[in-house]
């Protein structure tokens, strides 16, 4: 083999002010967790959906120029019209104005029923699974009681005792709504609580307070949000059904669930008075579903930073 000769060869020599640049910018876990949410087309399709129907749940009963009890006995069980978007019901009252305002009602329920859920079930949990001892082993016998019985049975119990409207409602999906939130939570905690990071802070005195508060809970926040995303379809539903049995809204207030219904007297005959209603529920849990699976992946702390 021929000896190589130096000339053949240049020294470059070394870059320091390249070799210590940093080639991609520093993100907190919130803005990478939106960077990779943007790249999931169907949570953002989603996303927008859930917004629009928002928008439109505020705005549009506002420009209809009907009201949500506005009967008109000349203009029962219209199709789709110019003077009727969605047509009308058995009570000539008009579906577009309905619809959104029962969107109003159903949204705002699996909303605040979800929040609320989620939060008794991270303070329970969380504290179960911090301190473990009695406290967890009381609690934890209550969940596991209360896991082994329907939760449907339950909150129509609580609905024949509290009565129909908004707030029994909202009550009586709480009252066992937050068992799988304090089941996820306590073994996330005491998952966390031995490791190396929480160790630390504890052999400096910090108060556990300030641990969880400080330590625990951001590790946690992005599954709970990613939940609460998943968990507010469920509640929809559960309100709907429990309207469409009798055991929900009252007139003259409405919901998705009251609309259906009303609607299902009349499949045969006229059946968009049911499509209707049934439709923005099935969208409306199709969007939240795409959105909580997009949240999932943006939130998995393995994922960041591989794309």
Known sequence: MAELNRDMFVIRGKDTA???SISRPSLSFWSDAWRRLRKN???????????IYAILAIFAPMVSGYTQSQMDAQARNEFISAAHWLGTDSMGRDMWTRIWM???VSLSI??????????????????????????????????????GIPSLIITILVMMVLGKGVAPLIVAMCVVGWIGTC????GEVYRLKEQEFVMAAKVMGIPDF?????????????????????????AIFQEAFLSYI????????CSWGVICKEGIQFLRYYPHEILVPGFFICTTMLALNL??????????PKLRGTD
């Open 18 to 20: 390249r070799m210590e």
């Open 41 to 51: 087309k169907s949570a953002i399709i989603g996303m927008l959906i859930v917004v």
């Open 102 to 104: 029962g969107a109003r």
């Open 110 to 147: 699996g909303l605040i029923s979800a929040v609320l859920n989620a939060c008794v079930g991270a303070v329970i949990g969380g504290l179960c699974g911090y301190y473990g001892g009695k406290l967890d082993m009381i609690v934890m016998r209550i969940v596991d009681l209360l896991y």
């Open 183 to 186: 089941r996820f939570v306590r």
């Open 210 to 234: 300030v641990i969880i508060i400080r330590h625990i809970i951001p590790n946690i926040m992005g599954m709970l949000v990613t939940n609460l995303c998943m968990a507010i379809p469920g």
């Open 246 to 253: 009798g055991l929900g809204i009252t007139p003259p207030d």
């Open 291 to 300: 959105l909580g699976n997009g949240l999932r992946d943006a939130v998995d």
